[in-house]
T-cell receptor
Framework: EPEVTQTPSHQVTQMGQEVILRCVPI?????FYWYRQILGQKVEFLVS????????KSEIFDDQFSVERPDGSNFTLKIRSTKLEDSAMYFC????????????FGSGTRLTVV | QQQVKQSPQSLIVQKGGISIINCAYE??????FPWYQQFPGKGPALLIA???DVSEKKEGRFTISFNKSAKQFSLHIMDSQPGDSATYFC??????????WGAGTKLIIKP
C-alpha cells in the first residue's frame, strides 16, 4: 500500500535554530498538507499546498514557517528560529482529491526544541 | 462554528463489547466526516468516512452513524478487540482544504 514517508522520525534542536522536516507524499496525490499535534492535544492544521503554491494556511502558520516542493517528490516544512512551544509531532499528509478523499498521513516527525 | 466536539475523552470496553464514540459539529457546510485511528508513535490512519447524504456506513466491525438534523455522528466498533486499543479522532471537512479535528478518544479494550 502506498505510504507517505517522513524524515527524520525524531529531531532535537536548540531554541532559535532552523529545522527542515521532510516528506515524500504518495506519487499520484496532488494535495499536500502539514498538521501538528502537541503532546496530548488535538491535531491542528498548518498548511495545504496545491499546484506548487499554498492553498490555505492556519493562524499557526506564520512567517516562522514555510513550505516548499523542491522537486517532483519531496515536500518540506521549514521552521525558522524554533521556539520551545514548537515541540510537537508534525505530520505530513497527501490526498488525491480535495473533496471526499481520505488523507494519507505519514508517521510523523517528533520535534523537540530544547 | 469550526469546532468538532468529541466524547468521551477515554473509554474502557471489555473484549467483545461495543465501543461507541460520539462527535458533534456546528458548521452545516461540512460534507465529509472521517474517523482516524492512531496508534502510539504512528500517524493517524483513515478508518472509515461518511458523507451527509447517508445515515450509516459499515465496514467490517466499524460503523459510522450520521444524524444530519442533530449534526452528530458516531463511530461504533462491534466485537471490540484488544488490537482496537488506540486513540480515535473524528474530523470534518467542507469545501476548503483543512480537516477540523475532534480532541480524540483513547480507547482501551480489556481482554
Amino acid at each position: 500500500e502506498p505510504e507517505v514517508t517522513q524524515t527524520p522520525s525524531h529531531q532535537v534542536t536548540q531554541m532559535g535554530q532552523e529545522v527542515i522536516l521532510r516528506c515524500v507524499p504518495i506519487s499520484n496525490h496532488l494535495y499536500f498538507y502539514w498538521y501538528r499535534q502537541i503532546l496530548g492535544q488535538k491535531v491542528e492544521f498548518l498548511v495545504s499546498f496545491y499546484n506548487n503554491e499554498i492553498s490555505e494556511k492556519s493562524e499557526i502558520f506564520d512567517d516562522q514557517f514555510s513550505v516548499e516542493r523542491p522537486d517532483g517528490s519531496n515536500f518540506t516544512l521549514k521552521i525558522r528560529s524554533t521556539k520551545l512551544e514548537d515541540s510537537a509531532m508534525y505530520f505530513c499528509a497527501s490526498s488525491e482529491a480535495l473533496r471526499g478523499a481520505g488523507y494519507t498521513f505519514g508517521s510523523g516527525t517528533r520535534l523537540t526544541v530544547v | 462554528q469550526q469546532q468538532v466536539k468529541q466524547s468521551p475523552q477515554s473509554l474502557i470496553v471489555q473484549k467483545g463489547g461495543i465501543s461507541i464514540i460520539n462527535c458533534a459539529y456546528e458548521n452545516t457546510a461540512f460534507d465529509y466526516f472521517p474517523w482516524y485511528q492512531q496508534f502510539p508513535g504512528k500517524g493517524p490512519a483513515l478508518l472509515i468516512a461518511i458523507r451527509p447524504d447517508v445515515s450509516e456506513k459499515k465496514e467490517g466491525r466499524f460503523t459510522i452513524s450520521f444524524n444530519k438534523s442533530a449534526k452528530q455522528f458516531s463511530l461504533h466498533i462491534m466485537d471490540s478487540q484488544p488490537g482496537d486499543s488506540a486513540t480515535y479522532f473524528c474530523a470534518a471537512k467542507g469545501s476548503n482544504y483543512q480537516l477540523i479535528w475532534g480532541a480524540g478518544t483513547k480507547l482501551i479494550i480489556k481482554p
